[in-house]
């Protein structure tokens, strides 16, 4: 098993950036594809990237790319997600996800962390 705390969430004007993390705990995090989905208000959960296991490739929604940028440190056990250029439309609880295998459905993945609110005002 694998715990996920997220972090770096807050208030940012539209245009600005933000730089979530994601802290594992448990299993070993090389050994897990990790996945940042958000839920904006009053809408379901929706995927917005996934980095392999070594960071080598990675995935993102039409919506962020080129906006976005997942990483991920092995050694700190820590997936990230840089966010620039935001908009209205990024408001959302952002969380973070696990699972061994790259996901052909991304959200059923295993772990879940709880979530880091995400507000961008225009």
């Known amino acids: 098993q694998v715990q996920l705390v997220e972090s770096g969430g807050g208030l940012v004007q539209a245009g600005g950036s933000l730089r979530l993390s994601c802290a594992a705990s448990?299993?070993?995090?090389?050994?897990?594809?990790m996945y940042w989905f958000r839920q904006g208000p009053g809408k379901g959960r929706e995927f917005v990237a996934s980095i392999n296991w070594s960071g080598a490739t990675q995935y993102y929604a039409a919506s962020v790319k080129g906006r976005f940028t997942i990483s991920r440190d092995n050694a700190l056990n820590t997936v990230f997600l840089q966010m620039d250029s935001l908009k209205s439309e990024d408001t959302a609880v952002y969380y973070c996800?696990?699972?061994?295998?790259?996901?052909?459905?991304?959200?059923?993945?295993?772990?879940w962390g709880q979530g880091t609110q995400v507000t961008v005002s225009s």
């Open positions: 448990g299993r070993a995090f090389s050994t897990y594809v």
């Open positions: 996800a696990a699972d061994p295998k790259l996901l052909a459905v991304p959200i059923t993945a295993n772990y």
